[in-house]
């Protein structure tokens, strides 16, 4: 069973967007599907703001938005390309993460079965199984791995029972700062908000150290203190 004294808190979540997409990069998220419980380490998070363009809060407060204008710590799903996304909300209204991509967390509460049957959840498109690595690469594919799925827990409380966030002790000892992915032209698509831990860059949904990216310039990296 997991060890529910390290999940997070609501009060955890009750911070600024852009610390909290910082502060969540090396949790793991569990979600309990029949007996397993699903997991994985969260890499790479981006902070969305009532006051910017590019989020969804920006647009104005709808009965299916509303979990942005609730306290921090509850969850908003949403389809995005016919997927579905997961989102936390954080201090403030209309402010939020979004959680970009993970990393399969293999440990004795989630073993190789959990990670076989997020395999099974979250085939490629030829019905194969995708390599661990690839598993979480993305927001919709975190989601399908993880059996998360927006009419269960949009605008719900973590459930200690079900879902919530752990802090199994890790802290990237340097994150990656860049622009979001997806935002529109003209949607402030030039804002630094996108968080990624630089030992998984490789495996988030585009790597920002790729070819012809150049620091200062593309991206920025924090170095954490202890």
């Avoid at 979990?67 to 949403?78: E, R, S, V």
């Avoid at 990393?103 to 989630?110: C, G, I, M, Q």
């Avoid at 949607?187 to 968080?195: G, K, P, V």
């Avoid at 070819?211 to 203190?225: H, L, P």
Wanted: hydrophobic share 35%; aromatic share 10%.
């Amino acid at each position: 069973m997991p060890d529910h004294r390290r999940a997070l808190c609501d009060h955890f979540f009750d911070r600024d967007a852009q610390t909290l997409a910082r502060d969540l990069l090396g949790k793991v998220i569990r979600h309990k599907v029949g007996p397993l419980w699903l997991s994985a380490r969260i890499i790479e998070t981006e902070a969305y703001y009532l006051e910017e363009k590019g989020s969804h809060a920006s647009l104005g407060y709808t009965e299916k938005r509303k979990a942005l204008f609730l306290d921090g710590g509850h969850i908003y799903m949403y389809y995005a390309r016919g997927g579905d996304s997961l989102n936390f909300s954080a201090a403030g209204p209309g402010n939020a993460v979004l959680i970009k991509s993970a990393y399969p967390w293999v440990d004795e509460v989630s073993d190789e079965n959990s990670l076989a049957q997020m395999q099974l959840n979250n085939p490629d498109a030829s019905g194969n199984l995708r390599p661990p690595e690839r598993l979480c690469a993305g927001q919709t594919l975190l989601c399908k791995a993880l059996g998360l799925k927006v009419p269960m827990w949009d605008a719900k409380r973590f459930d200690h029972a079900q879902l919530f966030v752990e802090d199994v002790g890790q802290r990237p000892e340097r994150i990656v700062q860049t622009t979001r992915l997806g935002i529109p032209t003209g949607r402030d698509e030039q804002l630094m908000y996108r968080f990624v831990d630089l030992d998984y860059a490789r495996f988030c949904t585009r790597n920002p150290l790729r070819r012809g990216q150049v620091e200062g310039r593309d991206y920025f990296i924090i170095a954490q203190g202890n």
